[in-house]
């Protein structure tokens, strides 16, 4: 039998998860109708948390290509999550790691 302790944990956590795939399902809607195949395949993985939304992009030439489209992606995504504020890009640890050594064997 479970406890109210753990009854209570497993509810929150639930909803939580229910939440949080809501907003994934949001924001992968969002990416598929806004940005190009060729754009998301660059993106690795994508958060949103206190009205930033974070996206992962496999470069830096990337990161500076999406920044010159800031405002209009912004802009759009507001349509679908109001609660976001800022859009923020981040070069992939894994794209990072796969330079480095690029660099170092170099």
Request: aromatic share 8%; net charge positive; proline share 1%.
């Amino acid at each position: 039998m479970e406890t109210i302790k753990e009854t209570i944990y497993r509810v929150m956590h639930e909803l939580g998860t229910k939440q949080n795939n809501s907003h994934s399902d949001t924001i992968s809607a969002w990416l598929q109708k806004t940005l190009s195949v060729k754009e998301r395949r660059h993106i690795s993985s994508y958060s949103e948390r206190k009205g930033i939304l974070s996206l992962r992009v496999d470069s830096s030439n990337w990161i500076y290509y999406l920044n010159l489209k800031k405002e209009v992606l912004l802009t759009s995504v507001r349509q679908c999550l109001p609660q976001v504020k800022e859009i923020r890009f981040y070069v992939s640890e894994k794209n990072e790691k796969t330079q480095n050594k690029r660099t170092q064997a170099g």
